[in-house]
């Protein structure tokens, strides 16, 4: 299962990577999308038979999500602009489905979330290898010409790719550090995910990356595996001065001007405020229950890129309350399984990577897109308290089982099952 979910996270990126020049798939832009949904339901059907979905309920993160989905579509009811939220809903409602309800099927246990990870570092790797050889527009992928005009793909997408593999390479390496080629490998891996969100001119993504890095691989290197949190600085400041010597090099520097930076800082800050004003203007009702999903386009002619306060206003003093849910919900569970002792290192480590993931598309969520175009933020989410609330069984499970041609004798399973009961209590 966790195969096909590496495979997921990779979905925008792969799609504009074999997109290109290719006109049959140009057309028919879902069929990738679809294909993989398709590869992923097929897993868990294939999974169900052999009982590795009987440990999965839903946990409250996830039922927050479910709620705050309801509401969107509820607040139809209600909306200031049906059009717009009819369109949005309809536009976002197969990203939801894939990602709110299908992935958490296949991220319900460490063993899956592991594969998942694997993916994205070698998969990942060979994802952006292709894109280092792609003709790039102003900022993205160019997809193909239409009346002498560059086409291109959304550079945001595979910045924040790159990042997720950045991450997840960056991570695996205190699993395993014995094998210097890997390591150097994995280096590299890292090196090329830095460079394909430098090219892309992405500068939130590479904040986004450089801040959640800073802060969650020390706390996950002391907490997880106890290891110095000097190495980690170290690697990541001398990653940050190459990336900040390749903007000044390659010329890609006007983007990250700081008048370029202030603009856009300032045109998302006046649409915030434009879009509470209005929800403050509107009532008790509208308090409680917002202006309506994607009524922000009509208000400001677009969403506000910034998705706290777009859920405030659209969606009420209800959707911020299980927002805000949902985070702390998420981070509670992180932190605690982090510290939790009775939880073998390497998967601490496997949960650190994915809470780092969850933090930086929470970051991002701060910049750019909106609520309903937001699924990897959700699905991280959830993918953590999911793991998190099996992974002591799926631990104690595969000690039981344990074949007796891999030392799995009737006495050694007999111990540590009475082990795992009085870890337990």
């Known amino acids: 299962m966790g195969y096909a979910l590496g495979l997921m996270w990779s979905m925008y990126a792969w799609e504009q990577l074999v997109q290109q020049g290719n ?14 949904t398709l590869l992923a339901i097929l897993a868990i059907l294939f999974a169900y038979p052999r009982g590795e979905l009987r440990h999965f309920r839903f946990q409250p993160p996830h039922l927050c999500v479910i709620g705050l989905l309801s509401l969107a579509v509820a607040s139809s009811l209600w909306t200031i602009s049906p059009k717009d939220t009819e369109e949005q809903l309809r536009l976002m ?6 990602f709110v309800l299908v992935c958490p099927f296949l991220a319900q246990n460490p063993r899956a979330i592991k594969d998942a990870i694997n993916v994205t570092i070698y998969f990942g790797g060979l994802v952006l290898l292709g894109l280092l050889f792609s003709k790039i527009g102003s900022r993205g992928v160019i997809l193909t010409r239409v009346g002498g005009v560059n086409v291109e793909g959304n550079p945001l997408a595979t910045a924040s790719y790159a990042g997720i593999v950045a991450i997840c390479t960056g991570f695996s390496v205190y699993n395993d550090r014995t094998n210097k080629a890997l390591l150097l490998l994995k280096l590299a891996i890292v090196a090329l995910a830095l460079w394909t969100v430098v090219r892309s001119g992405s500068r939130g993504q590479m904040v986004a990356l450089v801040v959640s890095t800073l802060l969650m691989l020390p706390l996950t290197a002391r907490l997880a595996v106890r290891r110095s949190t000097i190495m980690p600085l170290l690697t990541i400041a001398i990653f940050c001065g190459a990336a900040i010597w390749a903007i000044d090099h390659y010329d890609l520097s006007a983007r990250w001007r700081w008048v370029s930076i202030n603009g856009a800082r300032e045109g998302r800050f006046q649409m915030v405020i434009r879009l509470l004003e209005v929800w403050a203007s509107g009532g008790p009702f509208t308090w409680i229950g917002g202006l309506g999903s994607s009524s922000s386009f009509r208000i400001v002619g677009f969403y506000p890129h910034c998705v706290p306060p777009e859920v405030l206003a659209e969606l009420g003093l209800v959707g911020f309350a299980l927002l805000v849910m949902f985070v702390v919900g998420v981070t509670n569970r992180g932190l605690a399984f982090l510290k939790s002792t009775s939880i073998d290192p390497s998967t601490r480590l496997l949960i650190g990577t994915l809470f780092t993931m969850f933090f930086f598309d929470a970051l991002l969520s701060l910049k750019q897109g909106s609520f309903l ?17 099996t992974a002591h069984l799926y631990k104690h499970d595969d000690v039981v089982n344990l074949p007796k041609r891999m030392g799995g004798t009737r006495r050694a399973r007999l111990a540590n099952t009475a082990t795992s009961g009085d870890a337990a209590r």
């Open 23 to 36: 006109a049959f798939l140009l057309q028919r832009g879902s069929l990738i999308n679809i294909g993989l």
């Open 93 to 98: 409602a197969p990203y939801l489905f894939a």
């Open 373 to 389: 175009g937001s699924p990897f933020f959700l699905c991280h989410g959830i993918s953590i308290a999911l793991a998190c609330s």
